[in-house]
């Protein structure tokens, strides 16, 4: 069993920054593709952005230009780059890492993200 475990959540005011971290207990690249999901109060989980196996990164329209996945193979860990955040960007945070072959799925246990004043 993989764990995936997401950190860097908070409280910051409109127009901040934050930086999500995803680690997990096996060796990510070159083995998953990673997404970063979003779920608020009983909604749906609504998906962010993803990093997949081979380096490629992809946005839904609602972040582009204000969010950045990366990742650092050294330390194992995916990034995701909030900046210029919003109210509407409120929401736990999830880190997924799925494995294509196979379909198996891990998630994290998420973390909070608050954007107020």
């Known amino acids: 069993q993989v764990q995936v475990v997401e950190s860097g959540g908070g409280l910051v005011q409109p127009g901040g920054s934050l930086r999500l971290s995803c680690t997990a207990s096996?060796?990510?690249?070159?083995?998953?593709?990673v997404g970063w999901y979003r779920q608020t109060g009983g909604q749906q989980r609504e998906w962010v952005a993803s990093?997949?196996?081979?380096?490629?990164?992809y946005y839904t329209d609602s972040v582009k230009g204000r969010f950045t996945v990366s990742g650092d193979n050294a330390r194992n860990t995916l990034y995701l780059q909030m900046n210029n955040l919003r109210p509407e960007d409120t929401a736990v945070y999830y880190c997924?890492?799925?494995?294509?072959?196979?379909?198996?799925?891990?998630w994290g246990q998420g973390t909070q993200v608050t954007v107020s004043s």
């Open positions: 997924q890492l799925f494995e294509g072959p196979s379909a198996m799925s891990y």
């Open positions: 096996g060796s990510i690249f070159g083995t998953y593709d």
């Open positions: 990093f997949s196996r081979d380096g490629n990164t």
